[in-house]
């Protein structure tokens, strides 16, 4: 029965491209990157962690892009985390510390420090950015769900699996695009776009639009 | 000149600007259809490089490191 099921998820994927492929049964997007980019592994390092500390969290922002091959750089690669308590984010931080992250704003290996980042930045909704190996960019940003868009995308994040290295959750695309647009510099709306053309054959057109409503934006650069 | 048709103005040439870098979008998706594993190599290559000039930049200059973060943590701020 389960080898069935399997079966029929996989005769389900949906090629967008020689490199991906996308079951909607399961929101899996199947990614064969030839090769990573800095950007790449620092976002599955921080990820791997979050995944070992059985942490829900969601990638957003202009990683999404750059990801599937937008060329261009990003400071940062945002992460939105599920509400955390001071106990479970010193345990995260004392494991990104063992993996060579730094916190920009305190000590990682200090639990006072920690605890001032906790109730100072992330409790009051403001982002912690992390770095790795020392070198500040491109670096993790992170905050904690505060908004009722992000608690949105934390709960219907898509998996990215990249065959053989890892797994991405990112937020929705639709979502994604809906919320460029709304961003509106020129660098957004670019993602936007290019996330649009990109996904053309897997975006739910209808949860596009709606969210395009919802946040008061019209698709007329998308097209 | 009005201020309403300079503003219309500006408004028109920025409108034109954008749509011609969206077209540059859509030629990058066109690669990426026609092989999106070459892409890839080239886009990682080039992000690559410019990871390791920052690198080489760290590292003939230290200061540069303090005002990163600093200008990383003011923009995480402004975000808020």
Redesign the interface.
């Known amino acids: 029965m389960i080898n069935f099921k399997r079966e029929k998820e996989e005769k389900e994927n949906i090629r967008i ?4 492929e996308f079951n909607p049964f399961t929101k899996t997007i199947y990614f ?9 592994e620092l976002a599955l390092k921080f990820s791997s962690v979050l995944e070992k500390l059985g942490i829900r969290y969601v990638i957003v922002a202009g990683y999404i892009a ?1 990801l ?4 261009r ?1 990003t ?2 690669v945002d992460f939105i985390v599920e509400e955390l308590s001071e106990e479970k984010f010193i345990e995260l931080c004392r494991e990104l510390g063992d993996m060579e992250f730094e916190l ?2 305190g000590n990682i290996r200090d639990s006072k420090s920690l605890r001032y980042i906790y109730y100072n930045y992330l409790r ?6 992390l ?1 790795w190996k ?6 993790i ?1 992170l905050k904690m769900k505060n908004k009722i868009i992000e608690e949105y995308v934390l709960r219907n994040a898509i998996r990215v699996q990249l065959l053989g290295l890892g797994i991405l959750r990112i937020s929705p695309l639709e979502i994604q695009i809906a919320y460029k647009l709304r961003l509106g510099s ?1 660098k957004d ?2 993602d936007a ?2 996330l649009y ?2 996904f053309i054959n897997i975006l739910d057109k209808s949860l596009l639009n709606e969210w395009c409503r919802k946040l008061g934006v019209n698709t007329k ?1 998308l097209k | 000149m009005a201020q309403v048709e300079i503003i219309k103005e500006i408004e028109e040439d920025k409108d034109r600007n954008l749509k011609e870098r969206l077209k540059y979008i859509d030629w990058i998706v066109e690669q990426i259809r026609k092989d999106h594993k070459e892409w890839l190599r080239f886009q990682v290559k080039w992000l690559k490089e410019s990871h390791r000039a920052l690198i080489e930049l760290l590292r003939k200059d230290p200061k540069i490191r303090q005002l990163i973060i600093k200008e990383q943590l003011t923009k995480s701020f402004n975000k808020r």
């Not at chain 1, 064969?32 to 790449?40: A, F, T, W, Y």
């Not at chain 1, 599937?68 to 060329?71: A, D, H, K, Q, S």
């Open positions: 491209t020689n490199s991906l064969n990157k030839p090769v990573l980019s800095p950007e790449d750059v599937f091959g937008r060329n750089r400071d940062d920009m704003q009051e909704g403001y982002r912690v950015r770095m020392n070198i500040p960019i491109p670096n940003e020129i709306i670019e776009r290019f053309n990109l650069w």
